[in-house]
């Protein structure tokens, strides 16, 4: 039996813009980064500094691994431990930025002086602006993942292992609009000194579960050969694969967003091998399968008044296609084409799933001691499979809903010479 113990404690000392105050300047230009004179408006009810910052990231690990029967051939692990991640400095920056991005709009402008002789700044909108500000009880992402499996020796160079994983994220900062309209796009905001208000909340999550199978063969008698296949599940409500720039799409509806991950393959299954041939020869190939990843419908018209045309159909959520479902899916969209003065539509949906096959050959060619020359040869995607990429067209009131036209390459094929010494 071998037993880890761990312990880690995480602390960012300025990744919440703690320690600033309203009355903070720029280092460099010596400016106030909060001005309240002129068109901006105070962040004073938004922001309280000294409330920030996140002190209790305390990350336990725990892992084991035991020999069953202590003759290195079935081995038995688990691991569980909590890990945080730093604060990304595009939302500690956004906030001191707000003031530093004027919008101005020049109509018309003249030739070579587009401002007309008029000085520029006379050009800036007045209009209440949009800003981004951090929640003071924004938290460092937090993820606790679980791991455990088991490893069985079958033959000396034959092994086999199963593992499952799951790791559950949350605090993962998301924007959302503090500030929305009232009645969608004609109404009043809470804050009429300002437009959106978009503020960083620890408000998204992310649950991964998989199970992970792995067969493989070491080298002997001149070949080997590994597969290995995954059951994944990847759900939550960030609707990026990043997570750090994720928004909130609907500030009144946060269970919209809730569903699989963009990025969600059920499985993938990956086999490998290579061959040792006389003449220093060698051939191998790794063919790799995966399923297809889901998309949403999105209704092409910014419905809450967020100023984003980003709103799911009414009656769907995040992902809702290419999951099992997709009649119900296509009804929902269907009624809301009806609703705009549309036809209905039954498209075959893209789907994304990925084969593809490649080969690669290399011969040795020794010249002196120390030096050879390796001529190889490659052939990506044998099978010239047309590989549909996660490109669809998701606007439902489009005729090409549901479609897309973007593909990986098709067979490539390249020959290469490297001299080794």
Do not use: C
Not at 65 to 70: C, K, L, Q, T
Not at 388 to 403: D, E, Y
Request: glycine share 8%; proline share 5%.
């Amino acid at each position: 039996m071998t037993l880890n113990l761990g312990l880690r404690y995480d602390y960012q000392l300025h990744g919440f813009n703690q320690g600033l105050t309203l009355d903070s300047k720029d280092p460099v230009y010596d400016i106030p980064l909060f001005p309240t004179t002129g068109t901006a408006a105070s962040l004073a009810p938004l922001v309280h500094f000294d409330k920030r910052g996140d002190k209790n990231n305390f990350g336990p690990r725990v892992g084991f691994a035991w020999d069953v029967r202590n003759d290195t051939k079935t081995v038995v692990r688990a691991d569980y431990g909590i890990y945080y991640n730093p604060m990304t400095l595009q939302i500690t920056s956004a906030e001191m930025a707000n003031y530093r991005q004027p919008s101005a709009i020049i109509a018309n402008p003249t030739y070579p002086d587009p401002y007309g002789g008029r000085d520029p700044l006379t050009f800036v909108s007045t209009a209440p602006q949009n800003i981004q500000v951090m929640a003071d009880d924004l938290e460092n992402l937090q993820s606790a993942a679980y791991t455990a499996g088991v490893s069985r020796a079958v033959t000396s160079v034959l092994a086999l292992h199963v593992d499952g994983v799951y790791n559950r994220m949350t605090k993962v900062p998301m924007t959302i609009d503090i500030n929305p309209r009232s009645g969608g796009t004609t109404g009043t905001r809470p804050l009429p000194q300002f437009a959106r208000v978009l503020q960083a909340q620890s408000i998204g999550f992310m649950d991964y579960k998989a199970l992970l199978v792995r067969f493989e063969k070491r080298f002997e008698h001149n070949y080997m050969y590994l597969v290995s296949y995954t059951l994944a599940d990847t759900n939550g409500n960030v609707n990026n694969s990043g997570g750090t720039q994720s928004v909130v799409t609907d500030s009144a509806h946060l269970n919209f967003d809730e569903g699989p991950n963009n990025s969600d393959r059920r499985h993938a299954l990956i086999a490998s091998g290579s061959f040792a041939l006389p003449g220093d020869v060698v051939i191998g190939g790794i063919f790799t399968a995966r399923s297809t990843m889901p998309f949403s419908a999105t209704a092409g018209i910014d419905i809450n008044g967020d100023g984003n045309v980003t709103d799911y159909v009414p009656g769907t959520t995040r992902s809702a296609f290419n999951r099992g479902d997709d009649a119900s899916a296509l009804a929902a969209v269907n009624t809301w084409r009806a609703a705009n003065g549309l036809a209905a539509i039954s498209p075959t949906f893209s789907t994304n799933e990925f084969y593809s096959l490649d080969l690669r050959g290399s011969k040795s060619i020794p010249l002196t001691a120390g030096r050879r020359v390796e001529l190889i040869a490659q052939v990506f995607n044998v099978l010239n499979r047309k590989n549909i990429v996660a490109a669809w067209t998701t606007n439902a009131l489009s005729p090409a809903f549901g479609t897309s036209v973007s593909a990986s390459n098709m067979r490539q094929a390249e020959i290469a010479v490297r001299f080794t010494y």
